[in-house]
């Protein structure tokens, strides 16, 4: 894989097509889940994978029930989490 390069992904079948290409035969990859709302410690995720990994992946899920306002219970902002 080319270094340095970005390669937007948008579904699980372009995923299986990259891999069957062979493009990323023998390629370490490191990968950064994220919930979408990226910030300074994602960026630092991004950094020590780059370390460790050939490719680094960056995977973006923006859960619908959690930001989707018609998926809220009314009342809800969706600004807040739940307390652990």
């Known amino acids: 894989?080319?270094?340095g390069g970005l390669?937007?992904?948008r579904s699980i079948d372009e995923w299986r097509q990259l891999q069957?290409?062979?493009?990323?035969?023998?390629?370490r990859v490191g990968?950064?889940?994220t919930?979408?709302?990226?910030?300074?410690?994602?960026l630092r995720l991004v950094?020590?994978?780059?370390e460790a990994s050939d490719v680094?992946?960056?995977?973006v899920f923006v859960n619908?029930?959690?930001f989707n306002k018609a998926a809220r219970p009314a009342g809800a902002s969706g600004t807040t989490r739940p307390r652990r």
């Open 20 to 27: 069957r290409s062979g493009e990323l035969a023998a390629a």
């Open 56 to 59: 680094v992946v960056a995977s």
């Open 47 to 50: 950094e020590m994978a780059r």
């Open 35 to 42: 919930m979408g709302a990226l910030h300074a410690g994602h």
């Open 7 to 9: 390669r937007l992904v």
């Open 31 to 33: 990968l950064v889940p």
């Open 64 to 66: 619908p029930k959690q």
């Open 1 to 3: 894989p080319q270094r």
